[in-house]
């Protein structure tokens, strides 16, 4: 039994789907943040394009519109950690093209996709998280980001939680409705969007690619592919690069007011924010069933849904008891080192695809999407070789039209 996030179910219906196109120049594939993000630059750049918007479903109805809404910089584990993992000159582009992301966001109409400047807030689970986490501080500084260090009283008493080792609270950041997000970008692209549509193969021919579907062709000069985790099942040359991985998530009935701002632990394996109309949103605990949490399911699972709750009771224990509302899933794609990754579509050398977010695309997609528009347009983007797909493709490794030549970066 497929789920629905609190998200899905607070939205108004969307409008039927489009009549299918014959012919566009430009068809995005992915009704997500990444590709609505797309159709809107798209727009943004050339006004006159014919593109139109391809889901499978309704607009967000995959990851896109079921995670917690967080809009944060940099990755979803902290900036001592991306400086280790990446190097820290790599970690100042993560948090430079981030922080563009963000400011992305914010220029659009916060009414519109209900964003929140509430901020978040790193919470440590461990002393040893706490010494990364103060750490972390003068780095942000240095970063330009606002944020300060509070200790284990200050933190768990600022939040409204408990038991927590200390907390990296970051001022920039903030939250919003991810699916009145992904419904705002379509509205605003001028595409043509052909919802509860699946898209079965792409095929190329000497005018471009014959996007098939479940309800006829389009016949398309260029592709944007951009379904995350999905794409290895259109595009299997793909599995390379994106692997599915599911995550949960549950909401409260409404609680007291408390935890003013989203929090994440655990190195990003727990999340957990407040709704406006106070409701609280708890996810993560993948860490704790690897195994089971690969794949397409759609469906929750008893031992990790209770430990969300268990999460709940140990760190914000005010709220109980409480009431869980509604529990649901949705499918990530990952890459194999954590950071986004743009390519030409394979078989398709003038398309791209865009994928692997890692948990992490409200941080990276609308930024993301403008840098795969520039790349179709033949314009340079400062970041285009930060999410090149050779950096992990692996020395002389081939797919279907992308032969990487050289070490991995």
């Given amino acids: 039994m497929s789920t629905t996030s609190l998200w899905q179910a607070d939205t108004p219906a969307a409008p039927p789907p489009a009549q299918l196109p014959d012919a566009v120049d430009i068809a995005v594939v992915g009704g997500g943040v990444a590709g609505c993000a797309a159709a809107y630059w798209l727009r943004q750049h050339a006004p006159d394009l014919r593109v139109a918007l391809v889901e499978r479903g309704a607009l967000a109805s995959g990851a896109s519109g079921r995670n917690a809404g967080f809009l944060l910089q940099g990755t979803a584990a902290d900036v001592v950690q991306a ?29 519109a996709i209900r964003r929140e400047a509430v901020g978040s807030a790193i919470a440590a689970a461990s002393p040893d998280d706490a010494n990364r986490l103060e750490r972390g501080a003068d780095l942000l500084a240095d970063l330009g980001t606002n944020a300060r260090y509070l200790d284990a009283a200050a933190a768990n008493r600022t939040l409204g939680t408990a038991r927590f080792a200390g907390a990296l609270l970051v ?9 009145r997000l992904v419904r705002y970008l379509a509205s605003e692209s001028g595409a043509t969007l052909v919802t509860h549509t699946p898209v079965e193969a792409l095929e190329a021919d000497r005018r471009g690619t014959l996007v098939h579907t479940a309800r006829g062709t389009i016949r398309a000069e260029r592709v944007v592919l951009a379904l995350n985790a999905y794409a290895p099942l259109l595009v ?55 195994d089971e949490e690969v794949g397409y399911e759609d469906a929750t699972t008893p031992a990790l849904q209770a430990d969300l709750e268990a999460y709940l009771a140990e760190h914000v224990p005010a709220v109980l008891p409480v009431q869980v509302e ?47 528009v520039c790349e179709m347009m033949g314009e340079d983007d400062a970041y285009a070789d930060l999410f090149a797909w050779e950096r992990v493709a692996g020395p002389g490794s081939q797919v279907a039209g992308l032969d990487t030549v050289g070490p991995a970066t």
């Fill in 83 to 111: 400086v280790e993992e990446y190097g820290e000159d790599i970690a100042r582009r993560i948090w430079a093209f981030t922080q563009e992301n963000q400011r992305l966001v914010e220029a659009l109409p916060a009414g």
């Fill in 171 to 179: 001022d920039d950041d903030g939250a919003l409705d991810p699916v």
């Fill in 236 to 290: 299997p040359d793909l599995t390379l690069f994106v692997r599915p991985v599911r995550a949960q998530m549950l909401a409260t009935a409404p609680v007291a007011p408390t935890l003013m701002r989203p929090v994440y632990s655990h190195e990003g394996y727990y999340y957990v924010r407040r709704h406006a109309d106070g409701r609280l949103l708890v996810g993560g605990a993948r860490h704790l069933h690897r």
């Fill in 326 to 372: 509604r529990r649901w899933s949705g499918t990530m794609g990952f890459s194999p080192d954590g950071l986004p990754l743009v390519g030409a579509l394979p078989g398709h050398p003038e398309s791209r695809w865009c994928g692997g977010f890692t948990g992490h695309g409200m941080g990276f997609a609308v930024r993301l999407a403008r840098l795969v």
